[in-house]
């Protein structure tokens, strides 16, 4: 069996492209992973798949999370009332190693926030006190590096407050909320690349203290994965499983407006994008202003970039979200909106 590669899977991967692919996908390469060179800095067990390509549907329960549901997921923790009168919002997140299968046969020795990729989308509303109880459950070391405004010894680097969380450690992380926008986190231990390609991020969100209109609220964090560990990614996905939302797709109520917190994670490659087809999207950067930047069909985020996209389906119809690098496309990166009455 051929291995599996990026250029394998680009080969072979034509009929990807077609609706039904991950029913009828073909493509020539295996879902085997590579030897682990020596000194690399995880372990690698080696592992060989006896399905083809992408053939087949990802077991999301083997997975333990679908990103169907991540997709629409909010982790609003739990709350108590400070002596202030200011709300104290409590999270919990614990890192772990697992293995999934993150596109049709194929696995990935994974590392995640709480058992998912991307981790749990933290959500307080502006001007709360965050405070986040980190433990590291898995056999490697690992911080939870916030974005927003917050102390430097609560920045979830080496040598700053807690530092390097070591396996079986914890740490409290705590700040204010603020600024409101779409936001990420992420693990900051060296080598950066590899601890945040394995999984170890996810979205926060501050709302606006008087909050936002009602709305379908979606959230992605679009990212790769490097299953081979060669430095560069075989499957692109958003919400951690490539293909995820072609079948079954992602239902939408005609006329209801979307808001969809668009994050981008992706190690190895400079840029991902999101496209949108039949239709435009207003872009709110970092969602930190209430009036948008730009009405278009296609943003591009470097990565740690995000922002807020709102629109509206005008009719029903099925219409295709993807990157616009079209090799991210064929590679897991496109889905599908089902939009119905
Ligand atoms: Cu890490």
Redesign the pocket.
Known sequence: MARLTRRGLLLGGAPLLAGAALVDGRTTSAAQHDGHAAGAPYANPAHTDAHGGFRGRVDVTANGFDPHTLLREFDTGTTRRLASGRVLRSFELV?LEQELEVAPGVTFAA?TYNGRIPGPTIRAREGERVRISFANG?N????VHFHGIHAAAMDGVPGLGAGIIEPGQRTVYEFDAAPFGMHLYH???RPLA???A?G?FGAFIVDPADGRADADELVMVMHGLDTNFDRENEIYAVNGIGFAYMDPPIRITRGELVRLYLGNMTEFDPINSFHLHGNVFEYYPTGTSLRPSELTDTVMQCQGQRGILEWRFPAAGRFMFHAHQSEFTELGWQGFFEVVE
């Not at 490697?140 to 911080?143: K, V």
């Open positions: 890192a590392w898995s490697h070391p690992h911080t693990c900051h231990v590899e601890h945040i394995k170890l």
